[in-house]
């Protein structure tokens, strides 16, 4: 039968970072999991987490929570390693919302496995105090981003935490190649790695404006991308480019959710036959940008589109070649630099299909009804 090995002395001594990350990652796809099914652990840290038949494992559920279970602890027993838990399990464990614990236990378990350190620090990660930041003690391409998710699985008020879902992606995040490896990487992507390597020193900016200014460089990251792919096509369609009517094409795929105080952008191209009144065919690249909280949580979305338009009859017949939306995605981290990444390769991918269908309506003047995927 396989025994399962103990997860420090699978990953033996001074482990590679990405194979940390692999690991925990899996950990937290795990909890994620339990979750979703209303289970929490409550006693991550690195003693329960285990490597067997090539899987990173959890072990001891001896103070798992999940529906029905009676929720006080019993008497006599102490509620997980005290240098991994959550201070609100030291106050009132039997009370305490148990999901957000087992965040802070994870975040310290990562540190505690990226730096070979015995036991985490105590109290929030402070990326920008050198004690605390992994950049002072691995190396790591995406370790900027990993202080700045450790800060935030770790507040005192366990609101204020990411979730484990989020904890989850942004690990897998930082499994990617980064922006600056990749030959097809734009500046927008490099932009975004530089903000969040340079995150410490626009600390010294109020938190207030320094978010402000977060929101603003993202967007115009991604207003970058928008005017280069409608430049690019424009050209390629010998399209007159005119600027849209700022993104509402893309921030329609956002829905309507509760009000939200914070920014909201918008950018687009619109592609035009030149020297026509009344043009059959626009093409529309667009994007928007909307950010939902003030520590910088964000919706994005992107789209490519070929109308055609019914001359006379004031109808249009709109056909989107690629359209997504991302949702809650941190600025200036791993997760934004692949959501760049993706919406410019998703635009880019869609240029053989928007011209076809463009040419397929100027070629039979608009006399159509209806598009579809791959006319030519």
């Keep these: 039968m396989p025994v399962a090995i103990p997860i420090q002395l699978a990953l033996g001594e001074d482990p590679e970072p990405r194979t940390v990350i692999t690991a925990v990652a899996e950990v937290a796809g795990t909890l994620e999991a339990l979750a979703d099914e209303g289970v929490a652990h409550r006693d991550i840290k690195p003693d329960n987490l285990f490597k067997l038949n090539d899987q990173w494992v959890i072990g001891d559920f001896g103070l798992v929570t999940y529906p029905d279970k009676d929720p006080r602890t019993e008497h006599g ?9 959550a201070p609100e399990m030291r106050h009132d464990a039997d009370n305490a919302t148990p999901g957000p614990a087992d965040v802070w236990a994870l975040a310290k378990t990562l540190w505690v496995l990226l730096t070979s350190e015995t036991l985490p620090l105590p109290g929030t990660h402070r990326a920008s105090e050198p004690a605390h930041t992994l950049r002072e003690r691995v190396t790591f391409t995406f370790a900027a981003e990993l202080d700045r998710l450790l800060e935030q699985a770790t507040q005192i008020a366990p609101h204020d935490r990411v979730s484990i879902s989020a904890m989850a992606r942004e690990l897998q995040a930082c499994l990617a190649d980064p922006p600056e490896a990749r030959t097809a990487a734009g500046i927008a992507e490099l932009r975004a790695r530089a ?6 020193s626009r600390q010294a900016v109020t938190d207030g404006r320094n978010r402000r200014t977060l929101a603003a460089d993202s967007w115009n990251e ?5 005017y280069d792919a409608g430049t690019e096509l424009g050209e390629a369609l010998s399209f007159e480019v005119r600027a849209g009517e700022s993104g509402y094409e893309a921030s329609a795929m956002f ?3 509760p009000f939200s105080p914070f920014d909201g952008y918008g950018s687009a191209c619109l592609l035009l036959p030149p020297g026509e009144a ?7 690249v667009a994007a928007a940008m909307r950010l939902l909280r003030d520590d910088g949580i964000a919706e994005i979305a992107a789209l490519l589109r070929v109308d055609r338009i019914h001359v006379g009859k004031g109808v249009h017949d709109p056909h989107d070649v690629w359209a997504k ?13 692949n959501t760049l990444a993706g919406i410019r ?3 880019a991918n869609g ?3 928007a011209m076809k269908l463009s040419i397929s309506i100027l070629a039979d003047g608009g006399t159509a009804h209806g598009l579809r995927r791959g006319d030519s």
């Design 278 to 284: 009344q043009p059959n065919v626009e093409v529309i």
């Design 222 to 226: 991604l207003a970058k991308i928008v």
């Design 325 to 337: 939306a991302y949702r809650d995605i941190p600025l200036a981290s791993a997760q934004a630099a």
């Design 351 to 353: 240029f053989e299909e």
């Design 255 to 257: 829905g309507r959710p």
């Design 77 to 85: 027993r102490k509620l997980g390693p005290t240098d991994y838990m």
């Design 195 to 200: 903000a969040a390597l340079t995150a410490i």
């Design 345 to 347: 390769a998703g635009l």
